[in-house]
Nanobody, 126 residues
């Protein structure tokens, strides 16, 4: 049984930092992509960043480039999102997602992912 468990969300002032974690268990393939998505109130879910698990290649949403960093610890099987210089518009529920096996190298759409976490809430105050 696959489980993705996010943690690290919270309330922070604009300009501050948070680090999100996603502990993965039950995934059977290292040939996978993992990503962070977010959904702000009243908006559609969007992909923030994606990483290839083995080689570590990454891709970011334009609005977070230079502020957010996605990374992974292959031994701990944990995905991270370091978020710096946070803005009020970064307020959202953040989800981690995993795509196993074949598919797009940097899958960008929700339906390309096989597994999802329950989400962790990030609130950035102005």
């Amino acid at each position: 049984q696959v489980q993705l468990v996010e943690s690290g969300g919270g309330l922070v002032q604009a300009g501050g930092s948070l680090r999100l974690s996603c502990a993965a268990s039950g995934l059977t393939s290292s040939n996978r992509a993992m990503a962070w998505f977010r959904q702000a109130p009243g908006k559609e879910r969007e992909q923030v960043a994606v990483i290839r698990w083995i080689r570590g290649g990454t891709y970011y949403l334009d609005s977070v480039k230079g502020r957010f960093t996605i990374s992974r610890d292959r031994i701990r099987n944990t995905l991270y999102l370091q978020m710096n210089s946070l803005l009020p518009e970064d307020t959202a529920v953040y989800y981690c997602a995993a795509q196993e096996g074949s598919g797009s190298y940097y899958p960008a759409r929700e339906h390309e992912y096989d597994y999802w976490g329950q989400g962790t809430t990030v609130t950035v105050s102005s």
